[in-house]
């Protein structure tokens, strides 16, 4: 079994990331109550949507663990891991766990689901480039699986436009743009994957949907 680099961060710095994510600043109101109560909400959402689709939901308390470790992890850099050696191990353990559905790590699994669906679009989380839109892209698969509400849309060039400026050093648009609509994401997933080919090179269209048809969704 994986493990994620596990950087501590204070509740503090975990408030202060909360704020900056989905407001782009830090909210001098947000206490360390209002954290834990929006902690609190998001895991019970979770835990609901889990049960609706007839999925064997965790614990609420390994809910809010998921949480915390993926804004720790979203924090670092989307997941990304310096060592390559353990970036493959990393990528082969999250091979694993979508075709062993049987696993009881909830944590565990939650994040290797959302790595995994990125990975197969062709987000690239464990290199060094771009780790801006690893981090944001990694969210919004998050908050796709985990069943968070969906905001008014917005079309797809722009949403495309937005990645081209997130690349160039504008993620705020970016991630308005993923936080206006998860649903469009879905939507423009191809042509997102497309779009970083062209941009990154033939090197970056390696990745798990060319290798194993079988794990296609």
């Known amino acids: 079994m ?8 204070t509740l503090d710095e975990l408030r202060n990331f909360e704020n900056t ?4 600043l830090i909210d001098p109101q947000m206490t360390a109550e209002k954290f834990t109560e929006r902690l609190n909400e998001n895991a019970q959402d979770s835990y609901e949507w889990l049960t609706n689709k007839g999925t064997w939901p ?6 809010k663990q998921v949480h915390k470790t993926l804004c720790r992890d979203l924090q670092n850099g989307g997941g990304y ?12 353990s999250c091979r694993q766990m979508i075709k062993d559905m049987g696993t ?16 197969c679009e062709g987000i690239e989380l464990f290199k060094d480039h771009n780790s801006t839109v690893n981090r944001l892209a ?9 069943g968070r509400a969906q905001r008014p849309g917005v079309d797809q060039a722009n949403y495309l436009q937005a990645v081209d400026l997130a690349q160039k050093g504008n993620p705020q ?6 936080e206006s609509n998860h649903r ?7 042509e997102i994957w497309q779009f970083q080919r062209q941009t990154l090179g033939p090197d970056y269209s390696t990745n798990w949907r060319d290798q194993d048809p079988s794990i296609r969704r």
Not at 184 to 190: E, H, I, L, R, S
């Open 104 to 119: 009881d790590n909830s944590q565990q699994r939650l994040i290797a689901l959302a790595a995994h669906t990125a990975r």
């Open 81 to 92: 891991i310096e060592d390559e050696a353990q970036a493959l191990k990393y990528e082969e």
């Open 184 to 190: 469009q994401a879905v939507d423009a997933k191809q």
């Open 2 to 9: 994986f493990t994620i680099t596990n950087h501590q961060k």
């Open 21 to 24: 994510r989905e407001r782009g």
């Open 173 to 178: 648009v970016f991630a308005d743009l993923i």
């Open 138 to 146: 990694l969210e919004a698969q998050m908050d796709i699986f985990l």
């Open 58 to 63: 965790p614990s609420l308390e390994d809910l």
